[in-house]
């Protein structure tokens, strides 16, 4: 746990140099903690959240071209992703607690990064982004791209039950892909499987910011949220609602983008590695919405 947020460049690097020497020899070495930096503190700086499964290897042609846009940029690895052992059992370990721990820790880390730090997350990243958009006025734009509330899987009523059932039953290890199972398919660096609690927390997380969300506006300086209308994981519905909420309570500096259906996009629309990818779509957007 970081005790304070970082007061300069320096110190900055130092925390982030501490995070990065926990990437040992259990972790692919592609899917580390990775920093760009111009070597000072810049205008901007951006800070991405991975997806759940996935690791910074996700942001990784993404995060040069904000890079080549002036900007700082922190790919943090989120703890129990990334490593080597694809079959790794230890998603089922994640908390609530640790996940918003590790997020509230990173940003600290980057907050003497840029005179303005932006955030940008995509599905459990997009949770943990409206999260942050919710409790952290030092965040000068908070992005968050396709956050996983709710899921077509679950009817949306009955959410709320269903999370607080995976989170007391046993842990149960679930396919991404069912019919290609432990196949060698890309993305390689991504586990082919996930763990019911650890969605569950990350779920039940998102349920809280809606909560707060109609009681409080965000503290965040503006908060954008990116939509996928044809993600075949991914409802939207509690993402509109969020909206909804926040725009009642007041807050002027709320931006609702949705992808035009016509791209027919995947849930997972920042991995370059997807076979289905249009990051020549997703990327332009993306970058212009948030520069």
């Known amino acids: 746990m970081i005790n304070s947020p970082a007061q300069s460049y320096a110190e900055s690097i130092q925390y982030i140099n501490t995070l990065q020497a926990l990437d040992d020899e259990t972790v692919n070495p592609e899917c580390s903690t990775r ?23 996700q942001y990784r042609i993404l995060a040069e071209q904000f890079f080549q846009r002036g900007y700082n940029v922190f ?18 370990h994640q908390t609530e607690t640790n996940l918003l721990t590790f997020t509230n820790d990173v940003m600290d880390m980057a907050q003497g990064l ?13 949770v943990l982004a409206l999260w942050l958009a919710q409790q952290r006025a030092d965040i000068a734009v908070v992005c968050a791209v396709s956050p ?21 039953a046993p842990n149960q290890f679930n396919w991404c ?9 890309p993305p ?15 779920v039940n997380i998102g ?51 949705e ?7 995947i849930h997972d629309l920042i991995e370059p590695d997807q076979p289905k990818q249009q990051i020549d779509v997703v990327y332009p957007i993306l970058l212009d919405l948030i520069a």
Do not use: C
Request: proline share 6%; glycine share 8%.
């Open 259 to 265: 992808f035009d259906a016509k791209y027919n996009l």
């Open 114 to 126: 840029g005179d303005q730090i932006t955030v940008l997350g995509f599905s459990m990243g997009g």
């Open 35 to 57: 920093l760009l930096t111009h070597g000072d503190k810049t205008a901007r700086a951006i800070v991405l959240l991975h997806g759940y499964t996935n690791n910074p290897r």
């Open 75 to 92: 790919i943090p690895r989120f703890p129990g992703h990334g490593l080597k052992d694809r079959m790794t059992d230890t998603l089922q």
């Open 188 to 202: 390689l660096h991504a586990y082919p499987r996930y763990a019911t609690r650890g969605l569950a927390h990350i």
């Open 207 to 257: 349920l809280k910011v809606r909560s707060q969300s109609r009681r409080s506006q965000p503290k965040a300086g503006s908060t954008l949220l990116i939509l996928n209308p044809t993600d075949e994981s991914v409802n939207n519905a509690y993402a509109q609602e969020i909206a909804a909420n926040w725009n009642a309570r007041g807050y002027k500096n709320l931006r609702l983008y």
């Open 148 to 168: 996983a509330l709710a899921f077509h899987a679950i009817p949306l009523k009955q959410t709320s039950v269903i999370i607080k059932y995976f989170l007391l």
């Open 177 to 185: 892909d069912p019919e290609m199972k432990d196949a060698p398919a």
